[in-house]
């Protein structure tokens, strides 16, 4: 059950090493952030043609995702667009879906891959552009040992300030993944890394040992041309189901804080949807 796509898993001792996995279409079949958005209408958040748009989106994410200009427009507006949202009713929002909404997204063959990963001995880490407070508990779910994920700002009145701490995107990743195996010691020359998205060249770029899961067209042709591994992941299933072991209850810290990521980057999202539908019409 999905044992080809752990092909070429060495198992080293020495030095440390890592595989680096991108998140949405490469470890679950949908967007972290868009799958919430129902419960958020449910809760009150965002209204129903705000649903519908999320729908879209959803849709063109899955036909081919976003491009570097679309993103960066998508954050400006999310920043202002999550501004003064109450964080405390995210929370309790996010923590009674969380499970019921990711779990059944998760890839038969990623889960696979980070179970061979772990027996080899090497460090899971997710590297996601999605929020760190949805992030978190999903990587605490699959059993990974480290996350790196947007970070959004909230003030001491429990609520959203509008600005982003840190944007884990592009870039900032494969710098993220170099700070990495300088504090830990990772041998990247002997490191492994997966993502679905041109915007995760430079991460890709950054190990040894890189791969393209169910790639876009852009990320298709450099994979190709460099010769790297290209992945097809088509198989969503219950970490319950498949893998007992990695079925690890999310700890209550990152379950609280699970809300800001999650409504902040389906706010960007909302507004990104918005923009295709204009320009379509």
């Given amino acids: 059950?999905?044992?080809?796509?752990?092909?070429?898993?060495?198992?080293?001792?020495?030095?440390?090493t890592a595989a680096f996995f991108d998140l949405d279409k490469t470890v679950i079949a949908k967007s972290s952030t868009l799958t919430f958005s129902k419960s958020f209408y449910q809760?009150?958040?965002?209204?129903?043609?705000?649903?519908?748009r999320t729908a879209y989106a959803q849709f063109v994410f899955l036909a081919g995702g976003a491009d570097h200009d679309q993103m960066e427009?998508?954050?400006?507006?999310?920043?202002?667009?999550?501004?003064?949202?109450?964080?405390?009713?995210?929370?309790?929002?996010?923590?009674?879906?969380?499970h019921d909404l990711i779990d059944p997204i998760i890839y038969d063959e990623a889960a696979t891959l980070i179970e061979q990963h772990h027996s080899a001995g090497r460090d899971v880490v997710i590297v996601s552009t999605s929020g760190a407070e949805v992030v978190e508990p999903i990587g605490d779910m699959l059993g990974a040992d480290r996350v790196v994920a947007t970070r959004m700002v909230v003030g001491d009145d429990?609520?959203?300030?509008?600005?982003?701490?840190?944007?884990?995107?592009?870039?900032?990743?494969?710098?993220?993944?170099?700070?990495?195996?300088?504090?830990?010691?990772?041998?990247?020359?002997?490191?492994?890394?997966?993502?679905?998205?041109?915007?995760?060249?430079?991460?890709?770029?950054?190990?040894?040992?890189?791969?393209?899961?169910?790639?876009?067209?852009?990320?298709?042709?450099?994979a190709l041309a460099r010769q790297w591994p290209i992945l097809d992941f088509h198989r969503p299933v219950r970490l319950k189901q498949r893998l007992p072991t990695l079925s690890v209850p999310p700890r209550p810290a990152l379950v609280a804080a699970a809300a800001i990521g999650a409504a902040a980057a389906t706010a960007g999202l909302v507004w990104y949807?918005?923009?295709?539908?204009?320009?379509?019409a």
């Fill in 158 to 222: 429990g609520c959203f300030t509008g600005e982003v701490e840190y944007y884990a995107y592009g870039p900032t990743k494969a710098e993220a993944v170099r700070e990495l195996a300088e504090s830990e010691g990772y041998d990247l020359a002997r490191c492994y890394a997966y993502s679905d998205s041109v915007t995760d060249l430079p991460m890709l770029e950054s190990v040894g040992r890189p791969h393209a899961v169910n790639p876009d067209r852009a990320l298709r042709r450099e």
């Fill in 43 to 52: 809760g009150g958040l965002i209204n129903r043609r705000a649903v519908l």
């Fill in 273 to 280: 949807a918005s923009r295709r539908r204009t320009s379509v």
């Fill in 73 to 98: 427009r998508m954050r400006t507006y999310l920043s202002a667009l999550c501004r003064g949202w109450n964080v405390q009713q995210v929370k309790e929002i996010v923590a009674e879906t969380l």
């Fill in 1 to 16: 059950m999905g044992c080809a796509y752990a092909r070429g898993v060495e198992n080293h001792s020495l030095p440390r």
